[in-house]
């Protein structure tokens, strides 16, 4: 039965009312991500890095999953065939949809960590530099996201997963940053299928058997129904 991988990005919450990044008023075009994305930006000035992911954490938590997340977490439940659902996104929009597992290669909003010792908590709403770790009692508290520069996670199991994928679909993503741009290559290296759901052609369009073009809570769902079918 057909093993499916799918990589989402910002545009499968942009319906929910999360920004995206580089769409006409994205983050990026209202901050600069060196200064809130970075080890370096960190280490300049957490409290603005903390501001930021503290103002996302709110904005998440405010918003709600949308048709796309519904219809994701429905063919992970009903595709008699393996799912693995891969995002880059930070939001846990994916898991309140009902989906129950989702591999989170950028981190997450909802995770905490410390760059002191390594020790994971759960986030809580606000964080400030000054949090001292739940483990060794350092003030090195940091969101437990994947910044430019650093490793993403996963990686091994995600690029074990494309190699072995029928279908690989890239969701909502401008595939402008690597590794999660270069997933479409290894995949179809191994054979699969590809297929592209984007508002528009996204910068890696040229690489995919085939593209629908749409908002993700219309064409997300239809395409699931189609493949349940
Ligand atoms: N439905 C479907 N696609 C949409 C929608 C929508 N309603 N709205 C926007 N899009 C598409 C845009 O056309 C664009 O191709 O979503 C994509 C969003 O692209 P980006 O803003 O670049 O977000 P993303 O690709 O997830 O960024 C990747 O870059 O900044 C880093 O770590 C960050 O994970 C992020 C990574």
Known sequence: ???????????????????????V????????????????GFARDPALVHDFYNARRANC?????????RALARLQREHPGRVTLVTQNVDDLHERGGSDEV????????????????HRWDAPEQMAPSDPCPGCGAPATR?????????????????????????FVSIGTSGNVYPAAGFVQVAAGAGAQTLEL???PSEGASLFDAARHGPATEIVPQWVAEVLA
């Open 1 to 23: 039965m057909a093993s499916v991988v799918i990589l989402t990005g910002a545009g499968v919450s942009a319906e929910s009312g999360l920004g995206t990044f580089r769409d």
């Open 25 to 40: 008023d994205g983050l990026w075009t209202k901050y600069d991500l060196n200064d809130v994305a970075t080890p370096e």
């Open 61 to 69: 938590r405010g918003a709600a999953p949308n048709a796309a997340h």
């Open 103 to 118: 591999w989170h290669m950028h981190g997450a909003l909802n995770g905490a960590l410390c760059a002191a010792c390594g």
């Open 143 to 167: 969101p437990d996201v994947v910044w430019f520069g650093e490793m993403p996670y996963l990686m091994d199991e995600i690029y074990a997963r494309l190699e072995a994928a029928d279908l």
């Open 198 to 200: 984007n508002l528009e």
